[in-house]
């Protein structure tokens, strides 16, 4: 599956954007879908994940409660609605496939090519 993230930009802190990461090749329905980010200098870490059919979701403790990742299987496409942003939020973010419902790195065998996200003050 290849995959191709969009929707990064720069936005105010406390501000609102939605990422999308369409996928081509093969239908997503079949992969466990998730978002990573990388800050500079930083190690590429756990946003969210979400199951096969939408109804099962994980996200890391730092964007519990703000971020919200959801999936259109008919669009093939997986979303990350990212609320209430805040300047530790700014990275290069990282949709990826997987074939379990893991916040594990080293499950996910696909990756798309990353947006940028810049929050300011």
């Known amino acids: 599956v290849q995959l191709q993230a969009c929707g990064g930009g720069l936005v105010q802190t406390g501000g609102s954007l939605r990422l999308s990461c369409a996928a081509s090749r093969r239908t997503i329905s079949t992969y466990v879908m998730g978002w990573y980010r990388q800050a500079p200098g930083k190690e590429r870490e756990f946003v969210a994940a979400i199951g096969w059919s939408g109804s099962s979701t994980l996200y890391a403790d730092s964007v519990k409660g703000r971020f919200i990742i959801s999936r259109d299987n008919a669009k093939n496409t997986v979303y990350l609605q990212m609320n209430s942003l805040k300047s530790e939020d700014t990275a290069v973010y990282y949709c990826?496939?997987?074939?379990?419902?893991?916040?594990?790195?080293?499950?996910?065998?696909?990756w798309g090519q990353g947006t940028q996200v810049t929050v300011s003050s």
């Open positions: 990826a496939a997987s074939l379990s419902f893991s916040r594990r790195y080293e499950t996910y065998g696909y």
